[in-house]
């Protein structure tokens, strides 16, 4: 008897392990349009890419970033406008003597490296090119530093003995976008603020909602006047998200949506979990493990440095957030073994991508800048799912999946499928491909468990 109890408890648990399930993609019903997934390689470490590392090594870093067959193509970079007091980080690291006299702006042609690391993601194809500073120049702000914090002068409750400094600032971030624009790169998002809910010893400048209504206006009117209207405005990269819906709330009653194109957040103080109140686009503009050593590995107890770990936080953006942009905090760094804030490194010699490459690469090298994110139906026990279609009507869905193995059947409307494919990542495979079973316009695929599956359809011509 005890036999036979065995046996049948056995037989359940692989009825219950392989049990199909079912969900239905309804590509007709568009959500949120997805702009694409990116990194930053901002305060030099763009530089350190460039001359750390030559010929295969620095390739393969290249490759691990921007392919999309080897590696994780993404389709965002983010660059950092330089407000120090010397040429290599700023073009106008000395005051000209008041908001109104001639400024002398100069362009070393290298901007720490970005230019380069710009012109390197072209070549994959990389057309988003988000342009941000950090803070005014220090002769800006009322303490008079680029550093701990400071308001840019004249905006509201912000008087300086130095005059109203927002239209120098303007025409600064729009002398910026002139020399990227003259090199062949072109600039598509600017942005005037990182972090003005915190005040750090390093590049920083307060502001809340007032403060950026102030000035917003001044700087899209600069663009225009510069025939520079196709460079679209964002706001305003605070800590986190909740920090970030507060501030949107202010900048949609002072009016400013007619002037932006995106709000964007970080997620140091709070992950996106929640759609913001806004008709603008949202993009998560920086995210990363500031805690951990670095570390390679897609799951092993959920820690933050796990790619599993950011499969999720990604999902969650683009599910329930509705992101149109993911962005890490940096790309590639060498010898930084104390720090998991980037998703490749390299020693050097050896370059080792991480599981939080990718975690991104299951979405970045299917779902492509342009794609509609589309509504599902149905549910899949401990996995979430999210749907796309590309512009070329190819259709994509991405399983993360934080229980047991599981086989899915999954059908579709307003979109017959040709033909199918599918691709994995957990502990043992990174986006390695598997069976994908097509049969009836439906498609039935094994999702991992602790894993990632990506289902990418094309459609009857």
């Known amino acids: 008897m005890a036999s036979l109890i065995t046996l049948v408890v056995f037989f359940a648990s692989i009825a219950h392990t392989y049990a199909q399930t079912g969900v239905a993609v309804n590509v007709g019903s568009t959500l949120q349009q997805i702009d694409g997934f990116g990194v930053s390689q901002a305060f030099g470490r763009a530089a350190e890419f460039r001359d750390m590392l030559s010929g295969e090594p ?42 109104t006299a001639a400024a002398n702006y100069s362009f070393d042609d290298d901007d720490r490296g970005q230019v380069w690391f710009s012109q390197q993601a072209m070549k994959y194809g990389v057309k988003t090119i988000y ?29 300086c003995s130095s005059g109203d400094w927002r239209q120098a600032y303007a025409d600064f971030l729009v002398q910026y976008v002139k020399y990227y624009n003259a090199r062949g790169i072109p600039v598509t998002q600017l942005g ?36 520079l ?33 995106y709000i964007t957040s970080h997620m140091y103080t709070g992950d996106p979990n929640s759609v913001i109140s806004t008709k603008l686009k949202t993009w998560q503009t920086e995210a990363a493990d500031l805690q951990s050593r670095w570390c390679a590995t897609w799951y092993s107890g959920g820690g933050l440095c796990e790619g599993f770990t950011w499969a999720n936080k990604i999902h969650n953006g683009l599910a329930n957030a509705n992101l149109s942009a993911y962005i890490y905090w940096q790309g590639l760094e060498t010898n930084q073994f104390q720090a998991s804030s980037y998703l490749v490194a390299s020693d050097g010699e050896t370059i080792t991508p991480s599981g939080r ?34 512009t070329d009507g190819s259709v994509v869905v991405v399983f993360v999946n934080s229980g047991s193995q599981q ?38 695929v094994a999702v991992p468990s602790r894993g990632m599956l990506t289902v990418k359809l094309t459609a009857v011509a």
């Open 229 to 261: 209207g196709n460079v679209s405005l964002t706001c305003c990269d605070a800590m986190g998200w909740n920090s970030q819906k507060s501030i949107t709330q202010g900048l949609v009653s002072a009016g400013m949506e007619k002037y932006l194109t």
């Open 58 to 99: 620095q390739q393969l870093g290249l490759d691990y970033l921007f392919n999309t067959t080897t590696g994780a193509g993404l389709t965002i970079i983010r660059n950092r406008i330089g407000s120090g007091t010397t040429n290599d980080d700023s073009i106008l690291p000395k005051s000209p003597g008041g908001p």
């Open 192 to 227: 005037f603020l990182n972090e003005p809910d915190y005040v750090t010893s390093y590049s920083s400048m307060q502001s809340g909602a007032n403060e950026a209504a102030s000035f917003i206006p001044i700087l899209h009117d600069t663009l225009e006047a510069n025939g």
């Open 407 to 444: 086989s899915v059947k999954v059908s579709f409307s307003d979109f017959t499928p040709a033909a199918a494919e599918a691709f994995v990542t957990d502990n043992t495979r990174s986006v390695e491909s598997v069976t994908a079973t097509l049969a009836d316009g439906t498609v039935t």
């Open 357 to 390: 490459l990718w975690a991104f690469a299951m979405w970045s090298r299917f779902v492509r800048p342009g794609a509609y994110r589309v509504s599902t139906t149905g549910s899949v026990s401990s996995t979430g799912i999210t749907a796309f279609k590309n």
């Open 131 to 159: 342009a941000d500073a950090w803070s005014a120049p220090g002769f800006m702000k009322t303490n008079n530093n680029e550093n701990n914090g400071g308001y840019l002068c004249g905006t509201p409750g912000h008087t």
